[in-house]
């Protein structure tokens, strides 16, 4: 396992750091990266590692915020992506911003949080994820008419499917369900299956040809990426798309901490009254944790 099988834009976030300390936080992102999925406990301490010695780097604080998801720990996600946010100026992990405030049991401030943002500025994937997580959070309120229009978005389109889609779909099925109407649901349901077993095919054969991409305008959405890649839901897809990249691996041995990273940990305090403070000091000794 090599610093370089981060992903490239991750690996130029630390470009700021020594190589040395670039390298030992690299190896920390990396195994992170790896484990989340099976071992998010170990991943979220490969996380917390690299934050000790690179608490001002926008990757690393995001990185500490998604394993804090996994583990549950939502008032930690919160913080992180708070800092995330001030470092970078991206609002591209909104949505998990806003379904951590339904996890801490604040719909209310979940949906406020979701609207403080011109939809029309975010990528369409998280646009999607945004409006599965406001929908969510109308649920939470016993709002499901509100829900099932929170979802209501341009890219519920049942004629193709993105990567995003069979999440869509799934959660549109989901509220037609608790509005009692079953037929509908079973549609949608049928449709998120469906986008599934369209779109593994269509990356799942590294023999296959390309698939044919279906475009078409949409003059009610003036936001719509027509670069984005779908296949339509029309027809079986049997067709190949670019390879993805492998997930990296990782090393545990410390380095020593450079002038530059030892001064970065993030303690930031997470109250109801929406108080948010920050510090970034570095030590060398592991940020303590509460799940």
């Not at 936080?25 to 990266?33: E, F, Q």
């Not at 890219?155 to 509908?184: H, I, K, M």
């Amino acid at each position: 396992m090599e610093p370089r099988d981060l992903d490239k834009v991750a690996r130029g976030e630390l470009k700021t750091l020594s190589k040395e300390n670039a390298d030992w936080v690299a190896k920390h992102l990396v195994m992170a990266g790896r484990l989340i999925e099976e071992e998010p406990e170990e991943a979220h301490k490969h996380a917390l590692s690299a934050g000790r010695r690179a608490g001002r780097i926008g990757v690393v604080r995001e990185t500490i915020a998604i394993t804090a998801y996994t583990v549950g720990d939502y008032a930690l996600t919160l913080r992180e992506l708070r800092t995330y946010r001030r470092i970078t100026g991206r609002d591209d992990q909104l949505p998990l911003m806003v379904d951590s405030e339904r996890g801490l049991g604040r719909p209310e401030r979940a949906l406020e949080l979701g609207r403080s943002v011109d939809v029309s500025t975010l990528a369409p994937a998280v646009r999607v994820s945004l409006a599965i997580a406001m929908s969510g959070a109308r649920l939470d309120l016993g709002q499901p008419d509100a829900a099932l229009g929170e979802l209501e978005i341009p890219q519920l389109d049942r004629r193709r499917a993105f990567e995003y889609s069979p999440a869509l779909f799934d959660a549109y099925a989901t509220v037609l369900e608790d509005l009692g109407r079953e037929r509908d649901a079973d549609e949608w349901r049928t449709l998120a299956e469906r986008a599934d077993a369209a779109l593994e095919a269509h990356h799942g054969d590294d023999d296959r040809e390309t698939v044919e991409v279906v475009e078409e305008e949409l003059e009610l959405d003036e936001s719509w990426d027509a670069e984005d890649e779908s296949v339509p839901l029309e027809e079986p897809v049997a067709d190949d798309v670019p390879e993805t990249d492998e997930a990296p691996a990782s090393d545990e041995e410390p380095v020593p901490a450079d002038d530059e990273a030892a001064a970065d940990t993030d303690t930031d305090t997470d109250t109801d009254t929406d108080t948010d403070t920050d510090t970034d000091t570095d030590t060398d000794a592991e940020p303590e944790h509460r799940g």
